[in-house]
C-alpha cells in the first residue's frame, strides 16, 4: 500500500485536457489509498487495544509491555 503520489504527477494528468478523466482516476486513487491506509491503522490500533486489555487481565507484563511498545510506535508514525 506504499504508493508515491507526487504534485507533478497530478499536474500532469490535469495538463492533458483530452484526458481529464485521468487526472479523476489519479485523485480517486489517491483517495482510496488514503482511506484504506486509514481504516488498516484503526484496525491496528484496535487489536494492539485489545491484546493490552488481555495482556492487562492475565497479568502479563512482557506481553503488555511489547504491545504497549508496538501501539506507541504506531502512534508516532502518525506525527512523522
Do not use: G
Request: glycine share 0%; charged share 30%.
Amino acid at each position: 500500500m506504499e504508493n508515491y503520489y507526487s504534485y507533478a504527477d497530478f499536474m500532469k494528468a490535469m495538463a492533458q485536457t483530452k484526458k481529464v478523466s485521468e487526472a479523476e482516476k489519479l485523485l480517486n486513487e489517491i483517495y482510496l489509498d488514503l482511506f484504506l491506509k486509514h481504516i488498516h491503522r484503526s484496525q491496528q490500533e484496535e487489536q494492539l487495544m485489545k491484546l493490552i486489555d488481555d495482556a492487562l487481565d492475565s497479568n502479563d507484563r512482557n506481553a503488555f509491555y511489547e504491545y504497549s511498545r508496538q501501539l506507541q510506535a504506531l502512534k508516532c508514525e502518525d506525527t512523522d
